[in-house]
């Protein structure tokens, strides 16, 4: 499984951003899926997840009511909508997906990972 994000760059606060992951394969229908972050010097935290279909998401308190989780299962395509974004929002944000019958927004859950793309909230 081949993961490209997309979407990063930099906004002043309060600004948005959307930010999209490609699978290379089937992976929307068939596995939990999740958006994380890493901020220099910083451990990797989730910050959205969701189950098979989408029908049941996670996120953590620190981004509840400004970020959202969305997929395209034709096209493959995972969507994070950032809003009123933060200073302490940058990071470089990655997508992943879980193994198998696993959901959460815990790392440790991940098997496969996107190279990231930055976000710079200022």
């Known amino acids: 499984v081949q993961l490209v994000e997309s979407g990063g760059g930099s906004v002043e606060a309060g600004g948005s951003l959307t930010l999209s992951c490609t699978a290379s394969?089937?992976?929307?229908?068939?596995?939990?899926l999740g958006w994380f972050r890493q901020a220099p010097g910083k451990k990797r935290e989730g910050v959205s997840g969701?189950?098979?279909?989408?029908?049941?998401?996670y996120y953590p308190d620190s981004v509840k009511g400004r970020f959202t989780i969305s997929q395209d299962s034709a096209k493959n395509t995972l969507y994070l909508q950032l809003d009123d974004l933060e200073p302490d929002d940058t990071a470089k944000y990655y997508c992943?997906?879980?193994?198998?019958?696993?959901?959460?927004?815990?790392?440790?859950?991940?098997?496969?990972w996107g190279q990231g793309t930055q976000v710079t909230v200022s």
């Open positions: 394969v089937d992976t929307v229908s068939r596995y939990c």
């Open positions: 992943a997906v879980a193994q198998r019958g696993v959901c959460s927004i815990f790392p440790v859950d991940f098997i496969y």
């Open positions: 969701t189950d098979t279909g989408g029908g049941t998401t």
